[in-house]
């Protein structure tokens, strides 16, 4: 799955929405390459056939269903576009990633599915973000270098059947990073699905940390002050979250 498109360069933070657009500047599905239709086609073609036969399982709640779609999607690199090649993925342009996720769009609660995984889920990884005004879970480093997470998430998305968690903590309650965490570490455990008033087949869930202990190996990035963290933040959702929209 490769594609050529030159990525041009994006006005700073909402500033497109105000300022002049020059000719040429404003990209158009009829400059889509032959790859850009291609991966567009072949994701609707997916969800048509795919999700469309196990429509009510996916609305369902069928946690199993929503994870082999997205082991299918990961098969043929659909997971990885946004993430860079030394990472594992695919490495593709913005606007791979933006037909992907408008052919997915149609997939109804399965849509969320593949855009928390590959979104909130993923890119954090590579990016580093989180809501820094609002963490409340608490790391402490314990005497033999490992940590101690303690606190709780609200509304996680794929929790239901996730294996892999990004938990963001407070380190001494001045600093901040992210830490890896398995499903299967003692102390962690995942709430009732909540009942939201659209989209019920996406798995949405608390998860509660206490007195999970992680080795050191699973601090995720070196810890940040707030208007450090604040500033990787609002990278993270301009590069990962605003252009797909």
Partial sequence: MTTSTRERTAPAGGS???GPA????????????DEHRAMRDAVKTFVEREVGRQREAVEGKDHATHRSLLERLGKDGYLGIDIPEQYGGAGLDRISSLVVNEAISTAGSFAVTYSAHTGIGTLPLVFFGSDAMAIRTRATQQPDGSWRLDGSKQFITNAAFAD?????????????SAFLVERSTPGLSIGPEEHKMGLHGASTCPVTLDGVVVPAENLRGEPLDRVALIRRVAATVIAAGGYPV
Avoid at 164 to 176: H, S
């Fill in 16 to 18: 497109f929405m105000i």
């Fill in 22 to 33: 020059e000719a040429g500047s404003v990209f158009t599905p009829e400059r889509l390459s």
């Fill in 164 to 176: 892999l968690f990004t938990v963001y903590a407070k380190i001494d309650g001045e600093q901040f």
